[in-house]
Protein backbone atom coordinates (compact mmCIF):
# COMPACT_ATOMS: atom_id res chain seq x y z
CA UNK A 1 0.00 0.00 0.00
CA UNK A 2 1.34 3.32 -0.68
CA UNK A 3 2.24 5.82 2.20
CA UNK A 4 1.78 9.14 1.25
CA UNK A 5 4.26 11.69 4.05
CA UNK A 6 4.10 15.20 3.50
CA UNK A 7 6.51 17.76 5.17
CA UNK A 8 6.63 20.07 6.68
CA UNK A 9 3.43 19.70 8.87
CA UNK A 10 2.82 23.65 9.52
CA UNK A 11 4.80 26.43 7.91
CA UNK A 12 5.05 30.20 8.73
CA UNK A 13 7.34 32.60 6.75
CA UNK A 14 6.82 36.41 5.91
CA UNK A 15 5.65 37.71 3.15
CA UNK A 16 7.83 37.17 -0.13
CA UNK A 17 9.89 34.34 1.21
CA UNK A 18 10.42 31.40 -1.09
CA UNK A 19 8.30 28.60 0.01
CA UNK A 20 8.86 24.58 -0.43
CA UNK A 21 6.51 21.97 0.18
CA UNK A 22 7.51 18.21 -0.04
CA UNK A 23 5.34 15.27 -0.51
CA UNK A 24 7.00 11.74 -0.58
CA UNK A 25 5.29 8.07 -1.70
CA UNK A 26 6.27 4.89 -1.07
CA UNK A 27 5.93 2.84 -3.95
CA UNK A 28 5.66 3.46 -7.62
CA UNK A 29 2.62 5.80 -9.00
CA UNK A 30 1.37 7.13 -12.19
CA UNK A 31 0.15 10.88 -11.14
CA UNK A 32 0.35 12.80 -8.80
CA UNK A 33 -1.45 16.34 -8.03
CA UNK A 34 -1.38 19.34 -5.48
CA UNK A 35 -4.28 21.01 -4.15
CA UNK A 36 -4.78 24.10 -1.97
CA UNK A 37 -7.94 24.05 0.81
CA UNK A 38 -8.54 27.54 1.06
CA UNK A 39 -9.37 28.60 4.92
CA UNK A 40 -13.15 28.76 4.15
CA UNK A 41 -12.70 25.01 3.26
CA UNK A 42 -12.65 25.07 -0.78
CA UNK A 43 -10.21 22.99 -2.30
CA UNK A 44 -8.80 23.72 -5.75
CA UNK A 45 -6.32 21.61 -7.92
CA UNK A 46 -3.38 22.82 -8.61
CA UNK A 47 -1.72 20.61 -10.42
CA UNK A 48 -1.58 16.77 -11.73
CA UNK A 49 1.75 15.88 -12.92
CA UNK A 50 3.81 12.50 -13.36
CA UNK A 51 6.89 13.31 -14.76
CA UNK A 52 9.10 16.82 -14.67
CA UNK A 53 7.66 20.11 -13.67
CA UNK A 54 5.09 22.04 -14.22
CA UNK A 55 4.41 26.15 -13.53
CA UNK A 56 1.34 28.22 -13.24
CA UNK A 57 1.91 31.90 -12.10
CA UNK A 58 3.66 31.89 -8.70
CA UNK A 59 3.92 28.17 -8.10
CA UNK A 60 6.25 25.38 -9.69
CA UNK A 61 5.25 21.82 -8.78
CA UNK A 62 7.95 19.21 -9.51
CA UNK A 63 8.62 15.80 -9.28
CA UNK A 64 11.28 13.07 -9.22
CA UNK A 65 9.74 9.47 -10.32
CA UNK A 66 13.48 7.60 -9.11
CA UNK A 67 13.23 9.23 -5.50
CA UNK A 68 9.22 9.34 -5.38
CA UNK A 69 9.11 12.40 -4.13
CA UNK A 70 7.40 15.58 -5.54
CA UNK A 71 8.19 19.43 -4.57
CA UNK A 72 5.40 22.44 -4.45
CA UNK A 73 6.98 25.69 -4.12
CA UNK A 74 5.99 29.56 -4.21
CA UNK A 75 7.51 32.16 -5.51
CA UNK A 76 6.90 35.73 -3.72
CA UNK A 77 4.74 34.37 -1.16
CA UNK A 78 1.59 36.33 -0.31
CA UNK A 79 -0.90 35.88 2.38
CA UNK A 80 -3.33 35.06 0.18
CA UNK A 81 -0.87 32.02 -0.41
CA UNK A 82 -1.95 30.93 3.36
CA UNK A 83 -4.20 27.90 3.10
CA UNK A 84 -3.82 23.82 3.59
CA UNK A 85 -1.91 22.22 0.58
CA UNK A 86 -2.64 18.63 -0.03
CA UNK A 87 -0.32 16.11 -1.94
CA UNK A 88 -2.24 13.23 -3.11
CA UNK A 89 -0.73 9.87 -5.56
CA UNK A 90 -2.48 7.32 -7.39
CA UNK A 91 -1.25 3.83 -8.30
CA UNK A 92 -1.11 2.24 -11.31
CA UNK A 93 -1.37 -0.85 -9.96
CA UNK A 94 -5.12 0.32 -8.74
CA UNK A 95 -7.68 -0.57 -11.51
CA UNK A 96 -9.82 2.51 -9.59
CA UNK A 97 -7.76 5.16 -10.09
CA UNK A 98 -8.09 5.59 -6.04
CA UNK A 99 -6.15 8.31 -4.95
CA UNK A 100 -4.39 8.38 -1.61
CA UNK A 101 -3.90 11.19 0.59
CA UNK A 102 -1.62 13.28 2.05
CA UNK A 103 -2.15 14.66 6.08
CA UNK A 104 -1.74 18.06 4.44
CA UNK A 105 0.78 21.50 4.92
CA UNK A 106 -0.74 24.43 6.49
CA UNK A 107 1.27 27.38 5.70
CA UNK A 108 0.99 30.48 7.25
CA UNK A 109 2.15 33.82 4.95
CA UNK A 110 2.33 36.78 7.32
CA UNK A 111 2.70 40.22 6.28
CA UNK B 1 -21.27 29.50 -13.46
CA UNK B 2 -20.18 26.82 -10.80
CA UNK B 3 -18.71 24.06 -11.88
CA UNK B 4 -19.26 21.69 -8.79
CA UNK B 5 -21.84 22.73 -6.82
CA UNK B 6 -23.52 21.20 -3.66
CA UNK B 7 -26.27 21.53 -1.49
CA UNK B 8 -27.24 22.36 1.14
CA UNK B 9 -23.92 24.38 2.65
CA UNK B 10 -24.42 23.50 6.42
CA UNK B 11 -26.73 21.01 7.77
CA UNK B 12 -27.69 20.50 11.54
CA UNK B 13 -29.66 17.35 12.37
CA UNK B 14 -30.66 15.35 15.15
CA UNK B 15 -29.11 11.94 15.97
CA UNK B 16 -31.14 8.99 13.90
CA UNK B 17 -32.81 11.66 11.25
CA UNK B 18 -32.15 10.58 7.90
CA UNK B 19 -30.52 13.48 5.48
CA UNK B 20 -29.37 14.08 1.89
CA UNK B 21 -26.68 15.98 0.26
CA UNK B 22 -27.47 17.11 -3.60
CA UNK B 23 -24.25 17.24 -5.72
CA UNK B 24 -24.40 18.73 -9.59
CA UNK B 25 -21.86 19.25 -12.22
CA UNK B 26 -21.74 21.28 -15.23
CA UNK B 27 -18.43 20.32 -17.05
CA UNK B 28 -19.90 17.69 -18.71
CA UNK B 29 -16.90 14.45 -16.43
CA UNK B 30 -17.60 11.27 -16.69
CA UNK B 31 -17.01 10.10 -13.08
CA UNK B 32 -17.72 11.76 -9.53
CA UNK B 33 -16.74 11.47 -5.91
CA UNK B 34 -17.99 11.64 -2.41
CA UNK B 35 -15.29 12.50 0.07
CA UNK B 36 -15.34 12.55 3.59
CA UNK B 37 -13.47 15.50 5.70
CA UNK B 38 -13.06 14.37 9.15
CA UNK B 39 -11.54 17.03 11.66
CA UNK B 40 -8.10 16.11 11.25
CA UNK B 41 -8.17 17.33 8.04
CA UNK B 42 -7.79 13.94 6.06
CA UNK B 43 -9.61 13.27 2.96
CA UNK B 44 -11.50 10.01 3.03
CA UNK B 45 -12.87 8.81 -0.55
CA UNK B 46 -16.59 7.52 0.17
CA UNK B 47 -17.60 6.59 -3.02
CA UNK B 48 -16.83 7.02 -7.08
CA UNK B 49 -19.59 6.92 -9.98
CA UNK B 50 -18.70 6.56 -13.66
CA UNK B 51 -21.14 6.52 -15.88
CA UNK B 52 -23.62 5.70 -13.45
CA UNK B 53 -21.82 2.82 -12.40
CA UNK B 54 -19.88 2.68 -8.58
CA UNK B 55 -16.49 1.93 -9.18
CA UNK B 56 -15.55 2.69 -5.58
CA UNK B 57 -17.53 1.58 -2.72
CA UNK B 58 -15.01 1.93 0.08
CA UNK B 59 -15.50 0.70 3.57
CA UNK B 60 -18.37 3.16 4.86
CA UNK B 61 -21.25 2.25 7.18
CA UNK B 62 -24.12 1.35 4.91
CA UNK B 63 -26.67 3.91 6.16
CA UNK B 64 -25.09 5.97 3.44
CA UNK B 65 -25.86 5.23 -0.47
CA UNK B 66 -25.02 7.43 -3.26
CA UNK B 67 -27.11 7.68 -6.05
CA UNK B 68 -26.73 9.00 -9.73
CA UNK B 69 -29.94 10.02 -11.58
CA UNK B 70 -27.45 11.05 -13.78
CA UNK B 71 -24.35 11.43 -15.25
CA UNK B 72 -24.47 15.22 -13.75
CA UNK B 73 -25.42 14.17 -10.82
CA UNK B 74 -24.42 12.37 -7.68
CA UNK B 75 -26.27 12.43 -4.42
CA UNK B 76 -25.22 11.47 -0.63
CA UNK B 77 -28.00 9.70 1.43
CA UNK B 78 -27.63 8.87 4.90
CA UNK B 79 -29.89 7.07 7.33
CA UNK B 80 -29.82 6.90 10.60
CA UNK B 81 -27.19 9.88 11.39
CA UNK B 82 -24.79 9.52 13.87
CA UNK B 83 -22.61 11.47 16.03
CA UNK B 84 -19.52 10.12 14.52
CA UNK B 85 -21.38 11.32 10.75
CA UNK B 86 -20.16 15.27 11.75
CA UNK B 87 -17.42 16.18 9.13
CA UNK B 88 -17.29 18.52 5.79
CA UNK B 89 -18.39 16.13 3.11
CA UNK B 90 -17.24 17.35 -0.47
CA UNK B 91 -18.04 16.26 -4.04
CA UNK B 92 -15.70 16.02 -6.89
CA UNK B 93 -15.78 15.74 -10.36
CA UNK B 94 -13.68 14.21 -12.90
CA UNK B 95 -13.36 13.97 -17.21
CA UNK B 96 -12.52 10.23 -16.39
CA UNK B 97 -11.25 8.04 -13.69
CA UNK B 98 -8.25 9.17 -12.54
CA UNK B 99 -8.22 12.60 -14.45
CA UNK B 100 -7.72 16.10 -11.97
CA UNK B 101 -10.26 16.74 -9.78
CA UNK B 102 -12.93 19.58 -9.32
CA UNK B 103 -14.36 19.57 -5.81
CA UNK B 104 -17.49 21.15 -4.76
CA UNK B 105 -17.56 23.90 -2.13
CA UNK B 106 -18.40 21.17 0.83
CA UNK B 107 -21.08 20.65 2.93
CA UNK B 108 -20.80 20.79 6.78
CA UNK B 109 -22.93 18.41 8.49
CA UNK B 110 -23.80 18.51 11.95
CA UNK B 111 -24.97 15.82 13.93
CA UNK B 112 -26.23 16.63 17.58
Known amino acids: KNEVEQSPQNLTAQEGEFITINCSYSVGISALHWLQQHPGGGIVSLFMLSSGKKKHGRLIATINIQEKHSSLHITASHPRDSAVYICAVRSPMDSNYQLIWGAGTKLIIKP | DTAVSQTPKYLVTQMGNDKSIKCEQN?????MYWYKQDSKKFLKIMFS???????INETVPNRFSPKSPDKAHLNLHINSLELGDSAVYFCASSQWRGSEQFFGPGTRLTVL
Open chain 2, 49 to 55: YNNKELI
Open chain 2, 27 to 31: LGHDT
